[in-house]
T-cell receptor
Framework: DTGVSQDPRHKITKRGQNVTFRCDPI?????LYWYRQTLGQGPEFLTY????????KSRLLSDRFSAERPKGSFSTLEIQRTEQGDSAMYLC???????????FGQGTRLTVV | KQEVTQIPAALSVPEGENLVLNCSFT??????LQWFRQDPGKGLTSLLL?????REQTSGRLNASLDKSSGRSTLYIAASQPGDSATYLC???????????FGTGTSLTVIP
């Protein structure tokens, strides 16, 4: 499978715990995005990487959120001290270039109890 | 900021009908527009990408048009099938910045 891969697919965690998600983009894609989607809403932008550089961050990305993309390959999104409001689908996408098609992974469904 | 609106929010049609989904955006300085399909609890599947210089794109039974000056795009689905049932999302990339902006989607149900 050469598509965008996300792991895990589902995560249930207790409030206050830390969680980390992983995204493996399509190998030749240098642009990587994280989005968050709540029920009945469209995806909302969180952050953008071009290669290993994090070039854009949304105001949605509070201090509890951090994202990395070491060596410009896979990316991780960590949420510290999770809150119930963090429950959502976290989506990763990659693109080859600015005007090219974006491809999304299957998402990680986070439930904070 | 780019605001993206999709109308209707939900649509139910009998199998075989042709249908049109609408997407409007407030800032016409766009780079491109992409239509996606999302099945319940799943990620997004790309359907069509239209560059700002293009008027339309076709893939099988799908045809997407773009009128950048009026801030509108339509997704036309011909001869709908029950397997087309899903939520359809449009996303717009602006000329400035790198993120793309999504609408809230149209939930389509095709009744056999």
């Amino acid at each position: 499978d050469t598509g965008v891969s996300q792991d895990p697919r589902h995560k249930i965690t207790k409030r206050g715990q830390n969680v980390t998600f992983r995204c493996d983009p399509i190998s030749e894609h240098n642009r990587l995005y994280w989005y968050r989607q709540t029920l009945g809403q469209g995806p909302e932008f969180l952050t953008y990487f071009q290669n290993e550089a994090q070039l854009e961050k949304s105001r949605l990305l509070s201090d509890r959120f951090s994202a990395e993309r070491p060596k410009g390959s896979f990316s991780t999104l960590e949420i510290q001290r999770t809150e119930q409001g963090d429950s959502a689908m976290y989506l990763c996408a990659s693109k080859e270039g600015r005007g090219t098609e974006a491809f999304f992974g299957q998402g990680t469904r986070l439930t904070v109890v | 900021k780019q605001e993206v609106t999709q109308i209707p929010a939900a649509l139910s049609v009998p199998e075989g009908e042709n249908l049109v989904l609408n997407c409007s955006f407030t800032d016409s300085a766009i780079y491109n527009l992409q239509w996606f399909r999302q099945d319940p609890g799943k990620g997004l599947t790309s359907l069509l990408l239209i560059q700002s210089s293009q008027r339309e794109q076709t893939s099988g039974r799908l045809n997407a048009s773009l009128d950048k000056s009026s801030g509108r795009s339509t997704l036309y689905i011909a001869a709908s099938q029950p397997g087309d049932s899903a939520t359809y999302l449009c996303a717009v990339s602006k000329v400035t910045g790198n993120q793309f902006y999504f609408g809230t989607g149209t939930s389509l149900t095709v009744i056999p």
